[in-house]
């Protein structure tokens, strides 16, 4: 199974006081940064530096509290978000005391239970990080500064280095608590507590001689990180399977925590869940932000913890951005369900979409014949806009009787198909009555250890918009609307001092929430316009636009350090930690950080299309922007996961052909690749027309890559190989063929010009050919025989001259082969048999030689009796039993030695006991009813063999029905009915299973089950 890179951001936030501490936090920024983030690296781990004082370069103390009131609002909340390695520098200074209010509004939001009179910023990171927090004390290192020669300075600089130097009475008074602070470090910090001297450049007035500080800094926090972090190889590996599983537990917590209400909407999902009755299928279905994925949450989360024994099957589409393709949610259950029954997932790796979704109804099937099984699946409006996506064909047509489905969506395409069924109920989800709306608001503030007055609850709650719906009963407003009460803070309650002057202080707070909600449009879309122009207003329009724009152009959302690079780009103003926090906690009530890398995004996905109305309208201005994050996507290392997969969806909304191919067309990686063949296939599969001959946009843009202007024929080469041996493969599950055909043939094009330029590249040439095979295959299954035999033909000749050129080339005579048994098929089906087996035997020829070059080579044995079969095939179709016999023979032969070399390879096995079928099927034309019995008997024993090892295999029940059918045909004709009559019952049996477990039974299978419901039972 593939396992996936795992990357994470481990964060170091770093405390000081301000104006005395410059000189060391630039030398930890630009000295001990880089040098652990090399170190890091070969870890697969970011670093992120969170020190909230960068970006004031003046001195003065006015600049020092308006940024340290800055601090104040953020650092508690950064400190509780990462819990990070934490690194304390400490002078000669205590730092600045804010009037207690202001320090009050802080602490009681963070929960933190401390006195607060007279204590610095500094002193409250320390004890709120570090001294009051157990499991912070091993993540934390000290680091003091011994006193700089203050008597070498002018008393006004000495003022700014130590606190005793200090004109003012008032700062020399904090002495004795920055001693206080100190002492308290060292006894209970101890071995982690550090002293380094530094020296005094008078002429420049700045602290020098840093050199071994920064040293003793690196390698303590290295000895910390790596004791932490795991060399590569020992690190466990995950799928992404398991990284999708994690995301998933993750929303579900988070989205759960604070749920309120609905009881009798989840009391009845809870009683549909276990019910016995015909309905299988239930649908939530309510607006946008009506809450459908918090219930389902909660729902899901109850469904865990109940003593029931259910196999849940959960999904949450947009949590991630696999989520929302339906054979990356279908492979993850099918590897439940297969880990439920104690078995191995059955499907590989590159599946179709065929075997991806008999393989799921096979594993449902008999997971349902053991248990209750429930799949939870939230937000079908959301999944792939492709026919399977959109139409949910990908459901199992029977869908067994013990499992039930419980989707959500707004009403769409995906909720319909669903509510069609005729085992399907729709369960509306009405407004948050307004007892609910009001817990709710309650628990938002818990968060913030606030407690909402009453009146500005009355007053959230009766809000209404134009039609008189209550603004409050959509919980999605609701969340948004409460978490801009619970920013206001000590800044907004001064300014409703001087507003209501002649009010009491409580009554002020009163008024002031009062009028904020009065000021709220009564609708998410209007509630987001408002809350980003206030944050525009707050923070500069260039900085919280420039911070909005990047997350709603992301696919995923960005890390930290993904920001502090873009976001001055975008902005055009210097990256500043502490502002940066300040509009990231102005937005929280839309975010929420996901994934392994802690990656910031929406959390609701009305805020995308609510930010690109609103700033992103420019079309030029967007292209701009994706071709910036772009440059910046390209500049990572290659095995960054977020270079990998999302380079290719910022060069394609640059709308930058020509540099999309240069990157497609580049020596890339595999996850390189991949990643960008994903991003090129999804606008394919959402651009699929409703009827043939319809444009697709997301082709057209990805064929126009080939026709760049100013493309070395290399790169051009490159692209045109990764479009026929990956694009192609990427949209085979979400397209239909015409469009398969739409790309492969202006590839073809492409490289018969290639070709024709360099008739001695090989290379190009064999591209050609099989550019001309896969058009071949998708029009012969279109049943174009003889176009597809023209294709067949001209890869044929290309591969005739490559393996004539150079006879020990294997892979070319492979290639040949498989030309000349395709040329053999479509001869075949147009009823050319003489035509087909002249191929055959050529094809065959050609197998000889490779399996002679190497015996041992058990693909090229297993080719040789396929070649053999068809060539038995054919004289069978011509009458000649005795050659046919011959020739399946001699498959006999090959395939029991592979099956003898490998009793445990279930595909060999299966092929012999096809090859036993076969055998006797010649030998009963020819008369031979015995011989015909010993074959088909041997090849029941294996199938019976096949069938009980793995009883959700579809195919191998089948093998078992036939092979009881043929004996009883064979049985019948010998004279031995009774034997007969026991070999139909027995296929009746498995059909029968078959059908109970949800397998495909074609109509002729149908027919055949209900001919033998006639029989009497055993």
């Not at 989360?301 to 990356?328: C, K, M, N, W, Y």
Request: proline share 5%.
């Amino acid at each position: 199974m593939r396992r996936a890179q795992q990357w994470h951001t481990r964060p170091v936030f770093v405390t000081s006081t301000f104006r005395d501490m410059h000189e060391e936090r630039d030398i930890l920024r630009e000295q001990v940064l880089p040098a652990l983030e090399e170190r890091l690296r070969d870890r697969c781990r970011h670093l992120n530096f969170v020190d909230l004082r960068w970006g004031v370069e003046t001195t003065s103390e006015a600049d020092e509290e308006q940024r340290e009131l800055l601090v104040l609002k953020v650092c508690l909340e950064t400190i509780e978000r990462c819990r990070p390695f934490l690194v304390a520098i400490l002078g000669d200074r205590y730092g600045w005391v804010p009037p207690r209010e202001r320090m009050r509004y802080a602490v009681e939001e963070a929960g933190f239970d401390t006195e607060i009179q007279g204590k610095s910023i500094t002193a409250l990171e320390i004890e709120y990080g570090v001294l009051d927090s157990p499991e912070q004390r091993s993540l934390s290192r000290f680091f003091f500064r011994e006193p700089l020669p203050y008597d070498q300075m002018p008393p006004e600089v000495a003022a700014q280095y130590s606190d005793a130097h200090s004109p003012c009475e008032r700062i020399r008074a904090r002495v004795p608590r920055l001693d206080a602070l100190k002492e308290r470090i060292e006894d209970e910090m101890g071995d982690r507590v550090h002293h380094y001297s530094a020296g005094w450049d008078a002429d420049e007035e700045r602290v020098v001689g840093l050199e071994a500080f920064a040293e003793m800094v690196l390698e303590h926090l290295w000895a910390d990180l790596e004791a932490e972090i795991p060399p590569l190889d020992e690190q466990e590996q995950v799928t992404w399977q398991d990284q999708e599983r994690a995301s998933r537990d993750e929303f579900v917590e988070m989205t759960a925590r604070d749920f309120v209400g609905r009881e009798q909407i989840t009391a009845d999902l809870l009683e549909f869940a276990r019910s016995d009755d015909d309905r299988r299928f239930a649908c939530v279905t309510g607006e946008a932000g009506s809450g459908k994925s918090a219930l389902l949450a909660h729902f899901s989360r109850q469904l865990g913890e109940a003593p029931d024994d259910l196999l849940i099957l959960s999904h949450f589409v947009g949590v991630t951005p696999r989520s929302t393709s339906v054979d990356a949610l279908l492979l993850r259950w099918i590897e439940e369900l297969a880990d439920f029954l104690g078995e191995e997932s059955p499907v590989e790796e590159g599946a179709s979409a065929d075997d991806i979704e008999e393989a799921f109804a096979s594993l449902l099937g008999r997971a349902a014949l053991q248990t209750r099984v429930v799949v939870v699946l939230d937000a079908l409006n959301q999944l792939e806009a492709s026919t399977r996506g959109e139409h949910m064909t990908w459901l199992p047509e029977l869908w067994p009787e013990n499992a039930r489905l419980i989707a959500s969506a707004i009403p769409c395409t995906a909720s319909e198909a669903l509510l069609q069924r005729e085992e399907a109920r729709e369960m509306p989800l009405p407004p948050v009555p307004p007892p609910e709306a009001e817990e709710i608001a309650r628990l938002i503030c818990a968060r913030y250890h606030r407690t909402p007055p009453q009146r500005a609850l009355d007053e959230l709650v009766a809000k209404t918009g134009e039609d008189d719906r209550p603004a409050a009963g959509n919980p999605l407003w609701l969340t948004l609307a409460v978490e801009e009460l619970n920013l206001l803070d000590q800044d907004d309650f001064e300014g409703a001092i001087e507003r209501w002057p002649d009010l009491r202080g409580d009554e002020q707070l009163v008024r002031l929430l009062l009028s904020v909600i009065e000021e709220m449009p009564p609708e998410v879309e209007g509630l987001y316009e408002w809350m980003l122009a206030k944050t525009e207003e707050v923070w500069g329009e260039a900085w919280a636009r420039g911070f909005a724009n990047l997350l709603a152009l992301s696919r995923a959302g960005w890390r930290e350090t993904d920001l502090q690079a873009l976001l001055p780009e975008v902005s055009g103003e210097e990256w500043d930690p502490g502002r940066f926090a300040g509009v990231r906690r102005s937005f929280r009530g839309h975010l929420v950080r996901r994934g392994a890398d802690e990656q910031w995004d929406f959390a609701h996905a009305q805020t995308r299309p609510a930010i690109e109305r609103r700033n992103l309208s420019d079309g030029a201005e967007v292209r701009r922007l994706h071709a910036l994050i772009a440059d910046y996507l390209e500049d990572l290392p290659r095995d960054d996961p977020l270079h990998e997969s999302e380079t290719m969806f910022h060069l394609i909304g640059a709308d930058d052909p020509a540099r999309a191919a240069r990157y497609y067309g580049r020596d890339l990686t595999d996850a390189e690749r991949d990643g960008a063949t994903q991003r090129l296939a999804e606008p394919i599969i959402a651009g699929q027309p409703e009827e043939d001959g319809e444009d697709n946009p997301g082709l057209q843009w990805a064929l126009s890559m080939l026709e760049a202007e100013g493309l070395e024929e290399e790169v051009t080469g490159r692209v045109c190989q990764n479009c026929i041996f990956y694009l192609r493969d990427a949209i085979e599950n979400g397209t239909r063929l015409t469009t398969h055909l739409a790309l492969l043939e202006p590839t073809r094009a492409v490289l018969e010009r290639l070709a024709s330029s360099d008739p001695g590249n090989a290379g190009w040439q064999r591209d050609l050919s099989v550019s001309h095979n896969l058009i071949g295959d998708v029009l012969r299954v279109q049943g174009d025989l003889s176009g597809a035999l023209a294709a067949y033909e001209a890869s044929l000749r290309i591969r005739e001259r490559l393996a004539s050129s150079d006879p020990g080339n294997a892979g070319w005579q492979r290639d040949l082969s498989i030309s000349q048994a395709n040329v053999g098929d479509i001869r075949s089906a147009q009823g050319d048999l003489q035509g087909a087996l002249d191929a055959y035997r050529a094809t065959l020829a050609t197998q000889q030689r490779l399996a002679s070059s190497d015996p041992g080579n058990a693909e090229w044995q297993r080719d040789l009796s396929v070649s053999h079969n068809k060539i038995g095939n054919v004289l069978r179709a011509q009458g000649d039993l005795s050659g046919a016999l011959e020739a399946y023979e001699s498959t006999h032969e090959i395939l029991s030695r592979l099956a003898s070399s490998d009793p445990g390879n279930a595909q060999w096995q299966r092929d012999l006991s096809v090859s036993h079928e076969r055998l006797g099927d010649v030998l009963r034309a020819q008369g031979d009813l015995s011989g015909a019995l010993a074959a088909y008997e041997a090849s029941l024993e294996i199938a019976e063999c096949l069938a009980s090892s793995d009883p959700g295999n579809a195919q191998w029940q089948l093998d078992l029905a036939v092979s009881y059918y043929k004996l009883a045909q064979v049985a019948g004709e010998a004279g031995r009915q009774g034997e007969a009559v026991q070999h139909l019952l027995r296929c009746r049996e498995v059909l029968r299973g078959m059908r109970e477990r949800g397998m495909h039974l074609d109509p002729q299978l149908q027919q055949l089950l209900q001919q033998l419901e006639g029989l009497p039972e055993l």
